[in-house]
């Protein structure tokens, strides 16, 4: 049967249709027989295969006697074999490519939900002296209180974190949410959180535009970012030389995915924080993680060499000098998302400078490619202590496969990847973890993102 299909293609090019027609005839037959053994469960007698058999072996002796050599079938296969995998990777990267897009779009309800809490800020004058009452706190310097910080400019997202964060603490008043997005969505992310209740807890909405001390002198990001080349790499689509796509993540050089390197000069009157991401779901009491013992080092994180995620190797640019002569190859990899931080230690050791230092080094892209990983794993190299796994589980937004029992056990589960639970890619066995701690009672919420 393989053969004939090899030869049905050589005589459509030669142009036999006849031979090509009763070739595919003959093999539509040889394929009944086999479905109606596999039906029955019984093996084909030679009574069945026989006439079979002879009428394809017929007409592979009449396509061989056309000339259709062995050569022949070998270089036709071998081009339309060709064909084929120039024509997959094409489709590869243009799924890529529409995966990207797709991953980075805002859904029409989050548009909704943004619009709709804009029009409450700008319409109502209590919620702007609510915010600022909140803004003088003194809960927001305490340190006897835990802190938590979330960098975002997606709402529903921020409110699920928040959400599933004081739902599952033993003691959620002893709570406190520093939430920084941008100014684009700070009325609708500043109107949220005033009116909604958070069983007690402190939040705090600022925009990032606040900093003035965040600008183009100060950080390299901010005047990369401002670079026109910069935007070009990031924004163009189509092909680039080698023929891979040029869609670039913008999320990459998002100011806001940056602030984790700035959190010292964010809330400096703090000694320890917990950063979370924004795509996360908090499953259990997080205060516990703010007692253990960091052993001097800056951050605690998550190892994820013992996975699919990698060593530095796999990040970093070993066959440049300056890479490979400060950092061993085989170091563990860990994963931003879950991180609780000792704000002293940090700035003992000064890590912004040191990140400051690694984007500089990485202006042309030469030591890693992109994203906040990599920097990170140069800026807090030999300053990290390994937590418990359990305290944070990836990859929701990418593996479909993920053991139920680790999901259960995990302190925080992470939708890492690019089908993030907001969206319609979502991995639907994911999707209840995250929807439960969704405020279905707000109208706004029925509105935009239940319709």
Not at 233 to 254: A, R, V
Not at 292 to 311: F, K, M, P, Q, S
Not at 381 to 410: C, K, N, Q, T
């Amino acid at each position: 049967m393989t053969l004939a299909k090899a030869y049905i293609v050589i005589s459509k090019e030669h142009g036999n249709l006849k031979l090509a027609w009763e070739l595919s005839s003959q093999i539509r037959n040889c394929q009944r027989l086999l479905s109606q053994a596999a039906i029955k469960g019984e093996p084909i007698t030679q009574e069945e295969s026989d006439p079979v058999i002879t009428s394809l072996a017929q007409l592979i002796y009449k396509a061989q006697d056309l000339h259709y050599d062995i050569s022949t079938t070998i270089v036709t296969l071998k081009s339309h074999t060709n064909a084929l995998e120039e024509r997959a990777k094409a489709a590869i990267a243009q799924t890529a490519e529409f995966g990207h897009i797709a991953s980075e779009s805002m859904p029409k309800g989050l548009h909704c939900l943004g619009i709709r809490l804009t029009e409450e800020w700008y319409g109502n004058p209590e919620i702007k002296r609510r915010v600022e009452e909140q803004r003088n706190s003194p809960r927001l310097v305490d340190n006897n209180l835990y802190h938590f910080c979330v960098f975002s400019d997606n709402v529903l997202a921020t409110a699920v974190v928040v959400n599933s964060t004081v739902s599952n603490a033993d003691h959620p008043q002893q709570l406190v949410f520093h939430i920084v997005t941008d100014r684009v969505n700070y009325p609708a992310m500043a109107a949220w959180f005033v009116l909604n209740d958070f069983k007690g807890c402190t939040v705090e909405v600022r925009s990032i535009e606040e900093f003035s001390w965040l600008n183009a002198s100060y950080s390299p990001v901010v005047k990369r970012i401002s670079d026109p080349k910069t935007k070009e790499y990031y924004f163009s689509s189509g092909l680039d030389q080698g023929g891979q796509s040029k869609f670039h993540n913008p999320k990459h050089i998002s100011l806001l995915n940056h602030l984790r390197f700035y959190i010292p000069q964010i809330v400096p009157n703090l000694e320890k924080v917990i950063f979370l991401d924004d795509d996360v779901v908090v499953q259990k009491d997080l205060t516990p993680l703010f007692s253990v013992e960091l052993h001097g080092n800056v951050i605690g994180a998550v190892e994820t060499c013992l996975e699919a995620y990698h060593r530095y190797y796999k990040y970093l640019n070993f066959s440049h000098p300056i890479i490979s002569s400060k950092f061993d190859p085989q170091s563990c990899g860990w994963a931003f998302g879950v991180n609780v931080f000792d704000l002293i230690a940090w700035k003992k050791n000064d890590v912004t400078a040191q990140y400051h230092y690694w984007e500089e080094q990485n202006a042309e892209q030469t030591l890693w490619r992109t994203g906040t990983l990599p920097v990170g794993l140069v800026s807090f190299y030999g300053l990290v202590e390994p937590l418990d796994r359990r305290w944070h589980v990836l990859g929701l937004g990418f593996d479909m496969e993920i053991d139920d029992r680790l999901i259960e056990s995990a302190a925080v589960v992470h939708y890492s990847g690019s089908m993030k639970p907001w969206l319609k890619l979502a991995i639907t066995r994911y999707k209840s973890q995250w929807e439960r701690y969704l405020n279905f009672a707000h109208q706004y919420v029925r509105e935009c993102v239940m319709r």
